[in-house]
C-alpha cells in the first residue's frame, strides 16, 4: 500500500474514532445530582424537589446519582448507554425514563451491584415506582425510589 494512502486511512480511522468517541462521551457524560427531563415529565418545581432529594441522598451515600428523561426511538433502554462515576470508580445510580416508550430502568454501578442486586431494584421498581407511574404520580415515585435506596444504601 502507498505510504500516502496509509496516511490518509489511517488519517481517516483516527477521525472516525475520534468522532464516535466524543459522541459516546455527550451521552455518558451527566452530571450527578441532576435531572435531564428532555420529554418534560417533571413539572419545574418538582425537578427542583427531586435534585434537592437527590443532594441530600449524595451527601449521605457519597454514591453520584442522576435521572434521565428521554424519548427512545427503537423502545429499548440501555442503562450502559449512560453512566455516574469514572471507569476507576464505577459507583453511581441512573435512572432512565422513556415516557414515550413506557420504560424505566435502574443503572447500578458495578461497585454497588452487590448491595443493590436486581431483586432489589426489581422490588423498588415494583413497589415504589410503578403504581405511581400508573397514577401518572411521576415525581412520587422517584422520590419514593429514592428513599427506598437511601434505606438499602445507609443501614
Given amino acids: 500500500m502507498k505510504p500516502f494512502l496509509k496516511f490518509t486511512l489511517s488519517l481517516c480511522l483516527l477521525l472516525c474514532f475520534s468522532i464516535s ?3 459516546q462521551h455527550e451521552i455518558t ?13 417533571f413539572k419545574k418545581a418538582e ?16 454514591i453520584p446519582m442522576s435521572i434521565m428523561v428521554a424519548s427512545l426511538s427503537n423502545n ?9 462515576g469514572t471507569i476507576e470508580s464505577p459507583k453511581g445510580i441512573i435512572v432512565v425514563i422513556s415516557k414515550s416508550s413506557k420504560v424505566i430502568s435502574f443503572g447500578i454501578g458495578k461497585e454497588l451491584s452487590r448491595t443493590l442486586t436486581k431483586d432489589k431494584v426489581d422490588g423498588i421498581l415494583n413497589t415504589q415506582v410503578l403504581p405511581e407511574f400508573a397514577k401518572k404520580q411521576y415525581k412520587t415515585g422517584i422520590s419514593n425510589s429514592i428513599n427506598e435506596l437511601l434505606k438499602l444504601l445507609v443501614h
Fill in 21 to 23: 468517541s466524543q459522541a
Fill in 29 to 41: 457524560n451527566i452530571s450527578s445530582g441532576k435531572i435531564v427531563d428532555n420529554e418534560n415529565l
Fill in 47 to 62: 425537578i427542583t424537589a427531586l435534585e434537592s432529594q437527590i443532594k441530600d441522598f449524595i451527601k449521605a451515600t457519597k
Fill in 76 to 84: 429499548s433502554l440501555d442503562t450502559n448507554q449512560w453512566s455516574i
